[in-house]
């Protein structure tokens, strides 16, 4: 059985025999780019490789990327803990070339890697390629020896990958396997294609031009190669478990909550022990590089992402702080890999602690009043914006917590009257500080706000560059 971090390290290990340097994974806030909120693709640090700004001394690399997708277009927190596959942090496996090889190697190397190294059967295989991307369809028959029916077109944005509205953009070509008819689900491009059954585990990005400007795209002196596989989808594949929260680290960190509580996982609260499963990772990877939980920006998001899986750990019956004493487990397991969870070790269990402490006094009473203004409804209804405001100001519900919450029960929120309420406020404070001397931090904050932008607020939208491979 492959671990983890024995998948990590075969990966690496075959592209380092190919020539590869390997590189540590770049920090999980983006350096001198404050397009992007969090690191989500492992081509993030090689962006201005790719345009060609940047010299480095090689041409072809590898690495294991630690991402978050918990903001901005690429937000998967409201999968977590509800699909078999997606988390709010990963480790994207990649391998690049910057001008080096191109399609025909990749696919070769991909090949070469999936089904000697993790020996997958060929015929649970299949991909995806861009709809006239006849050269990408070609080599798959060659080298895999697919028929057509294996090589699925695809002609929307899934099939095609753009950095943003400028920058290096490709075509890419995605390899999934089909895990048989115990899953439900049809293949990539069909109606029911967001079921279990094809899983997707590895992009492979052609970069192949610049978009210079909206509407002017121009070849790539030096088409280059960006691809990602997801580990822990790798390592359910290979474990043959049916998802990323039965593989090893994942059942460690879900034991030491269940130890942690006094009591097992049970079919009907299993979600909320997958989500403070993935929301402990995230957290903890995230104050290891140097975010903090605030009301604004980043910091925001990480306080959204803390207090949501508090709410589960609520659900789960605690009274108590539980968070800060996973932390243990998690640099266990996963500290040798990355020294900076080691190192972060203490800062991650005291800043969750005092999170958990402080978010505590209010967590009850705000729950109580979610289901007092929640009892009569029913699915398809809306809280009110007011109450889901209410809760955010008074009780420190993020909204997105407030709407977890309700999901179950098929419950949405009003959230125009809650952007209203929100925009009444503000609109309050600046009066309010305009009229006197002396502001008050809430009223000095929504001026900043202001300047900045609600979007960096709440940490919503504000990604230009995506970073999707
Ligand atoms: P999906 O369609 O399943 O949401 P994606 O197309 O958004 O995945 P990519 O942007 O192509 O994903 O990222 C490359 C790889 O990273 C994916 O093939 C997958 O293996 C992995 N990956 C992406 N998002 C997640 C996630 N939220 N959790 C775990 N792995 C992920
Ligand atoms: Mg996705
Ligand atoms: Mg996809
Ligand atoms: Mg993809």
């Known amino acids: 059985m492959s671990g983890v971090n024995e998948i990590r390290s075969t990966f690496l290990d075959t592209f380092a025999k190919a020539g590869h340097a ?168 069909s109606p029911d294609e967001d079921g279990d059954r094809f899983l997707e585990f590895w992009n492979l990005v052609f970069m192949q031009y610049d978009q210079v400007a909206p509407g002017d795209r121009r070849p790539l002196p030096r088409p280059s190669i960006d691809t990602g596989m997801g580990l822990e989808r790798m390592a359910s594949i290979l474990q043959g478990v049916p998802t990323i929260y039965e593989t090893d ?70 009274r108590e702080p539980v968070m800060y004493r996973l932390v243990p487990t998690l640099v266990a397991e996963m500290g040798r890999s990355y020294p900076e969870l080691m190192r972060a070790e203490s800062l991650i269990a005291e800043t969750l602690r005092l999170e958990e402490t402080r978010f505590r006094r209010t967590l009850e009473r705000g729950l109580a009043i979610l289901d007092a203004e929640s009892r009569d409804l029913g699915p398809g209804q809306n809280l009110s914006g007011e109450t889901a405001f209410t809760l955010y100001d008074t009780y420190g519900f993020p909204l997105d917590l407030t709407q977890d919450a309700l999901k179950n029960r098929g419950i949405g929120v009003d959230t125009d009257a809650f952007d209203a309420a929100m925009e009444r406020q503000r609109q309050a404070a600046r009066a309010a500080w305009s009229g006197s001397g002396e502001a008050a931090t809430e009223t000095v904050w929504y001026a900043i706000r202001e300047r900045v932008g609600a979007t960096e607020f709440l940490g919503y939208e504000t990604e230009t560059a995506e970073g999707i491979v």
């Not at 060609?52 to 630690?66: D, I, N």
């Not at 927190?77 to 509800?82: A, S, T």
């Not at 989500?275 to 402990?280: N, Q």
Request: a neutral charge; aromatic letters at 10%.
């Open 22 to 189: 390997v590189l540590p994974s770049s920090s999980l806030v983006p350096k001198n780019d404050p397009t992007l909120m969090f690191t989500n693709a492992g081509m993030v640090q090689f962006k201005n490789v790719f345009t060609g700004v940047e010299k480095r001394p090689y041409s072809k690399a590898t690495t294991a990327q630690k991402c978050v997708r918990a903001g901005g277009k690429h937000n998967d927190l409201d999968n977590v803990g509800y699909t078999a596959r997606h988390l709010t942090f990963f480790e994207m496996l990649g391998n690049f070339s910057f001008g080096d090889y191109f399609k025909a190697e990749a696919i070769e190397l991909a090949w070469n890697l999936i089904t000697k190294e993790f020996a997958l059967s060929p015929e649970n295989l299949l991909v995806t390629v861009y709809a006239d991307d006849d050269e990408a369809a070609g080599l798959w028959r060659r080298i895999a020896g697919f028929p057509d029916g294996k090589i699925i077109r695809i002609g929307t944005s899934d099939n095609f990958w753009q950095m943003g509205d400028t920058g290096p953009c490709g075509p890419c070509s995605e390899i999934f396997i089909d895990r048989g008819p115990g899953f439900a689900g049809g293949p990539p491009g």
């Open 249 to 318: 680290l994942f059942r460690s960190l879900i034991e030491a909550a269940a130890h942690a509580l006094g009591r097992g996982p049970q079919a009907d609260n299993a979600a909320s022990y997958k989500v403070v499963a993935d929301h402990l990772r995230s957290t903890a990877f995230l104050i290891a590089d140097g975010v903090l939980p605030s009301n604004e920006g980043r910091g925001y998001v990480l306080r959204r992402i803390m207090r949501r899986a508090m709410r589960h750990l609520e659900l789960l019956g605690t």
